[in-house]
């Protein structure tokens, strides 16, 4: 009768949940791992061209993918140039989310044999969604602090913001950001706090400049520019795609023009650098004012650079010492240590060692030992923000629950069957 029951209860289950039957279909299920298999293996092809972060961003973190065939593989010369479309990361991990979502509401039966099957199915629903909501928002920063120093924001890899500076007081600093969202629209930008107007002429994710010798032919985006620092060095700059790569570097570039009322007050250049607008010095004499273009504007000196991204912390960092050690007998490092201070809101100080694979974990924010130089006496830590970094242990622990209560009912009900056995009485 109980075995009846739980029959009926299914097969109503099936009736009441009838328009999720093709949802929850075991052959959508296959179709859709095989299709993720496929993804893995094209997106680790295109690591080659265009780096993990790419393939990430063009494969993972998107609905759908182009992909050529390789010209190098057989056939190549006649499949290469035809476009081949593959659904990407978001959408067959929400298909996989909404058919095993299916499949656990309609088969769903809370009985000990199928409990741990149920728990299976759960932790990998819900590793699904971790994963997607991962990808949507986790964000990677960096901090760089000189030795005997202390910073308390953090800079992101990818994205920069137009900083603004008024220091005509030495006491009092003011300072206007323009995010980046916003100076890829170009156009006109009025903000109440500045007391000029900004035009964006161009904006770009990267580019390639240079120094070039007077009477050199520019490109046209340089021909622009009349002053500060892009005029003054004679740079020339040249727009470029994103680099995607793990070894690349992107240097945003903005040429905007400024105006007080109707009337134009000259046409400006700045980049920003990928390692912070600290190394501009360090690349040559002519380009140290990138960090800071000076603008005076009715007596007031204000400061413009375009710059990484930044979040200020309502904490800070201090470094302390730095350490690197190295396999005997080479350069090739095996631990990069920073001895740091964390200062807190409340006036406290917590001590910390970073070190690889031994991170910092403090205000929702992992700090990991990142990069570090000796010789410049400055550290760099890579920092991740990731709400959701509980989601995928908690889905590994229903799993584990799930598979060891199902083999072990199966293996208690085989002993049970077999010690009943009429050879072992």
């Not at 088969?107 to 044999?113: A, E, G, I, L």
């Not at 994963?131 to 920063?141: D, G, K, M």
């Not at 700045?270 to 912070?276: E, K, M, N, Q, S």
Request: overall charge neutral; glycine content about 8%.
């Amino acid at each position: 009768m109980k075995a009846s029951r739980n029959g009926s209860s299914l097969g109503q289950r099936r009736k009441d949940f009838k328009f999720l039957l093709p949802l929850a279909s075991i052959r959508l299920t296959l179709t859709l791992l095989s299709l993720s298999m496929i993804l893995i293996f094209i997106a680790t092809l295109e690591q080659v061209r265009i780096g993990i972060r790419g393939a990430l961003a063009e494969y993972f973190e998107s609905f759908y993918g182009i992909w050529y065939y390789p010209e190098k593989f057989w056939g190549g010369e006649f499949l290469h140039n035809i476009p081949l479309p593959i659904p990407g990361g978001y959408l067959l991990g929400g298909l996989l989310i909404i058919n095993l979502t299916s499949a656990f509401i309609v088969r769903f039966q809370w009985t000990m044999k199928k409990v741990g099957i149920q728990l299976v199915h759960l932790g990998i629903i819900l590793l699904l969604v971790g994963q997607l909501v991962t990808q949507a928002i986790q964000e990677e920063s960096r901090m760089q602090i000189n030795k005997g120093e202390e910073s308390n924001y953090i800079e992101r890899f990818h994205g920069v913001e137009l900083a603004l500076r008024e220091v005509s007081d030495p006491n009092k600093e003011k300072v206007v950001t323009i995010p980046q969202e916003i100076l890829e629209n170009e156009g006109s930008l009025i903000d109440q706090s500045l007391p000029f107007t900004i035009k964006v002429h161009h904006f770009g994710v990267n580019c390639d400049f240079d120094i070039i010798p007077p009477g050199k032919p520019k490109s046209n985006i340089a021909k622009m520019v009349n002053r500060g620092v892009g005029h003054s060095a004679n740079l020339n700059i040249i727009d470029k795609d994103e680099d995607f790569s793990s070894e690349g570097m992107n240097f945003g570039y903005l040429v905007f023009e400024l105006f007080d009322q109707d009337k134009s007050i000259g046409n400006w250049m700045t980049i920003a650098h990928p390692a912070g607008n600290q190394v501009w010095s360090q690349l040559s004499p002519k380009l140290s004012d990138m960090s800071f273009q000076s603008i005076r504007h009715k007596g007031k000196l204000w400061g413009v650079t375009l710059r990484q991204k930044r979040e200020y912390l309502p904490f800070s960092i201090e470094l302390l010492d730095i350490e690197n050690e190295y396999y005997q007998g080479t350069e090739i490092p095996f631990n990069f240590e920073s001895d740091i201070n964390l200062h807190l809101e409340d006036n406290q100080t917590r001590r910390a060692l970073v070190y690889m694979n031994t991170p910092l974990r403090h205000g929702g924010m992992t700090f990991y030992q990142y990069q570090m130089n000796d010789a410049a006496n400055y550290s760099v830590f890579q920092v991740i923000n990731n709400p959701s970094w509980l989601v995928p242990y908690i889905a590994c622990i229903l799993v584990s629950i799930g598979m060891l209560w199902q083999f072990s009912f199966h293996l208690v009900k085989f002993l049970r069957k077999n010690s009943k056995s009429p050879a072992n009485a």
